[in-house]
């Protein structure tokens, strides 16, 4: 079946880091591809989508471009804030289901 | 616009006891869903539903109970509760099938 898998953290980088959180996906058909972020205490909210091969998806700052060819959807910034601090999630719907298949999440810190 | 909400925002109740969480979403979104998150677990599907009066079993919904009566509420009973589900529960909805979940706060329920 259709899988998700990103990399494990918790992820720990120093304010205006680089950042790649790595995520690669097993599907059938042509998914639809998403990072979701949860800040502390609240509920996931969509960071940004792709819908089909070579789409970058961008916001915030955030980029993530759809590799057909690698099976990945990985997330980067150039220069992370401490306000980035923060649970992301990777997921992906292929579209013949009623749900999205999510990641199991990485807790990113970002030190100032 | 008041958009997903869920009450109560936490809970305490004890072993044994029914609960009721509730979720309320404003945009007449088809589909909605019913998540548990838990530490080395993620999220995992409990219920969701793709309309009124059609509801479908997810990833562990064994020892709760789901209605949809009204498109727009989306109730989550948990009708003896366990030690075990202690958890956050998070409520989301989407307008169709596979498309972005917008999701709630979040209850946070302890059972002791």
């Known amino acids: 079946g259709d899988s998700v898998t990103q990399m494990e953290g918790p992820v720990t980088l120093s304010e205006e880091a680089f950042l790649t959180i790595n995520c690669t996906y097993t599907?059938?058909?042509?998914?639809?591809l998403f990072w979701y972020v949860q800040y502390p205490g609240e509920g996931l909210q969509l960071l940004l989508k792709?819908?089909?091969?070579?789409d970058n998806g961008r916001n915030k700052g955030f980029e993530a471009t759809y590799r057909k060819e690698t099976t990945s959807f990985h997330l980067e910034k150039g220069s992370v804030q401490v306000s980035d601090s923060a649970v992301y999630f990777c997921?992906?719907?292929?579209?013949?289901?009623?749900?999205?298949?999510f990641g199991k999440g990485t807790r990113l810190h970002i030190l100032p | 616009d008041a958009g997903i909400t869920q009450s109560p925002r936490y809970k305490i109740t004890e072993t044994g006891r029914q609960v009721t969480l509730m979720c309320h979403q404003t945009w007449s979104h088809s589909y909605m869903f019913w998540y548990r998150q838990d530490l080395g677990h993620g999220l995992r599907l409990i219920y969701y539903s793709a309309a009124a009066d059609i509801t479908d079993k997810g990833e562990v919904p064994d020892g709760y109970v789901v209605s949809r009566s009204k498109t727009e509420n989306f109730p989550l009973t948990l009708e003896s509760a366990t030690r075990s589900q202690t958890s956050v529960y998070f409520c989301?909805?989407?307008?169709?099938?596979?498309?972005?979940?917008?999701f709630g706060p979040g209850t946070r329920l302890l059972v002791l």
């Open positions: 997921a992906l719907s292929d579209g013949r289901d009623d749900k999205i298949i």
């Open positions: 989301a909805s989407s307008e169709s099938r596979g498309e972005t979940q917008y």
């Open positions: 599907a059938t058909g042509y998914p639809s």
């Open positions: 792709a819908t089909k091969a070579d």
